[in-house]
Nanobody, 125 residues
Framework: QVVLVESGGGLVQPGGSLRLVCAAS????????MGWFRQFGGKEREFVAA????????RYPDSVKGRFTISRDNSKNSVYLQMNSLKPDDTAVYYC??????????????????WGQGTSVTVSS
């Protein structure tokens, strides 16, 4: 069982930055692949970033590539999402997720085993 708690969301102007934090507790966090997703309104959860258990291999969709960076610190049981050059289209609730597989970095929400409660990000002037 892995419990995930996100923080760091808020209101930011277009072009600004935010850093989201996902704190994990429970067994064997360091061997979980981790991901970030976002959801706006009634839409499906959208893949934002994924990282393997080593922190070396990462994946991003084109919509955030070059602006968002995922990282992790296994000694602190934490995963981070640095978001730069934010746009109004980035407005959503952001969720952290844990995958039981340490390497695969899935793109689909259904392939993750544990989820946090989400943190809200609003990009607006």
């Amino acid at each position: 069982q892995v419990v995930l708690v996100e923080s760091g969301g808020g209101l930011v102007q277009p072009g600004g930055s935010l850093r989201l934090v996902c704190a994990a507790s429970g067994a064997n966090f360091s061997v979980n692949g981790m991901g970030w997703f976002r959801q706006f309104g009634g839409k499906e959860r959208e893949f934002v970033a994924a990282i393997d258990w080593t922190g070396v291999s990462k994946r991003y969709p084109d919509s955030v590539k070059g602006r968002f960076t995922i990282s992790r610190d296994n000694s602190k049981n934490s995963v981070y999402l640095q978001m730069n050059s934010l746009k109004p289209d980035d407005t959503a609730v952001y969720y952290c997720a844990a995958d039981g597989d340490p390497f695969r970095q899935p793109l689909k929400a259904s392939q993750y085993d544990y989820w946090g409660q989400g943190t809200s990000v609003t990009v607006s002037s």
